[in-house]
Nanobody, 120 residues
């Protein structure tokens, strides 16, 4: 079965950095795209950044200039480098993997999330 596992979250001070990792396993299908999302308490889940297999990226306005998303196709992994973190970046961060072919009728898979807390 397909598994998506995030890691790298933690507690960091304002202005600090974190690098989140997303590992996809359980499939030999190619990954068409990876998206990083975040969900703060009481707020809707929002996309922070996304990347496709060609390397094209897209960022939320709040992430532009501070976050960088990359993908390692060979390792079925993706990363989110977050710099100059702000208190409003505090949230659970989730990775979503969209596969080129369906597995058990599904194309996209979510991880369980990793918590990022930015203290002022």
């Amino acid at each position: 079965q397909v598994q998506v596992v995030e890691s790298g979250g933690g507690l960091v001070q304002v202005g600090g950095s974190l690098r989140l990792s997303c590992a996809v396993s359980g499939t030999t299908n190619d990954i068409d795209a990876i998206g990083w999302y975040r969900e703060a308490p009481g707020q809707r889940r929002e996309q922070v950044a996304a990347i496709d297999s060609a390397g094209s990226t897209n960022y939320a306005d709040s992430a532009k200039g501070r976050f960088t998303i990359t993908m390692d196709n060979a390792r079925n992994a993706a990363f989110l480098q977050m710099n100059n973190l702000k208190p409003e970046d505090t949230a659970a961060y989730f990775c979503n993997a969209f596969l080129s072919e369906a597995v058990a009728g599904r194309y996209d898979f979510w991880g369980q999330g990793t918590q990022v807390t930015v203290s002022s």
